[in-house]
Nanobody, 120 residues
Framework: VQLQASGGGLVQAGGSLRLSCAAS????????MGWFRQAPGKEREFVAE????????RYADSVKGRFTVSRADTRNTVYLQMNSLKPEDTAVYYCAAGMSTSIPGNYDYWGQGTQVTVSS
């Protein structure tokens, strides 16, 4: 199983980025997928997750109202639209998938991470 994350980069504060994560090797069409991040010197933290249908979502308080998690129709790709970015959003962002069918999920598979840097 592989989770390939992409879409990271350098953006100014207030800007936007869209992260994508495509899963291969098995289908997660009935499972939760999500995003986590890890800033330098800090532990990895939860960002957002979405259930299999895309209807149910959950967000960390720090990103509510600014980030939107969604899934492609194929259900094996998850997106994270990040708006109104702040310097404190700077981190390596990881996508994850697991066997859970509802949120909050438990995660068994992790992508390699994509760097997001927000300049002030």
């Amino acid at each position: 199983v592989q989770l390939q994350a992409s879409g990271g980069g350098l953006v100014q504060a207030g800007g936007s980025l869209r992260l994508s994560c495509a899963a291969s090797g098995r289908t997660f069409s009935r499972n939760v997928m999500g995003w986590f991040r890890q800033a330098p010197g800090k532990e990895r933290e939860f960002v957002a997750e979405v259930n299999w249908s895309g209807v149910l979502t959950r967000y960390a308080d720090s990103v509510k109202g600014r980030f939107t998690v969604s899934r492609a129709d194929t259900r094996n790709t998850v997106y994270l639209q990040m708006n109104s970015l702040k310097p404190e959003d700077t981190a390596v962002y990881y996508c994850a998938a697991g066997m859970s069918t509802s949120i909050p999920g438990n995660y068994d598979y992790w992508g390699q991470g994509t760097q997001v840097t927000v300049s002030s």
